[in-house]
């Protein structure tokens, strides 16, 4: 019963989220992608479970979750190189970014 309701209010929750999606001022602005256009539609198909669908929206969306949820974990429980460690990952996140971004501004 408990994993009906869980599911059941995933599907609600991707369905609100679909509706409410919060347009890209840099977009809007200039009308030009920013380097984060596509994170909230590649994060709604990774929540529905469809990764090739996600990756292909946006890459650096997994990359990204993965960096926010270790930077909270590390800053939650004491680690002895928490701020050497955090720093490596969003160089190399940030990276990631930039150059997923580049391949579509100038490839695509």
Do not use: E
């Amino acid at each position: 019963m408990f994993i009906i309701f869980i599911f059941c209010s995933l599907i609600n929750l991707v369905g609100w989220l679909q509706n409410h999606l919060i347009p890209c001022p840099f977009k809007a602005l200039t009308g030009i992608d920013c380097p984060g256009c596509g994170f909230q539609r590649s994060f709604i198909a990774l929540m529905q479970g469809d990764l090739s669908k996600s990756w292909s929206l946006y890459p650096p969306t997994i990359p990204l979750l993965f960096l926010f949820i270790t930077a909270g974990l590390l800053y939650k429980f004491q680690f002895k190189q928490r701020s050497f460690t955090i720093k490596i990952l969003v160089m190399v996140v940030g990276n990631f970014v930039m150059i997923c971004y580049l391949q579509k501004m100038f490839f695509s």
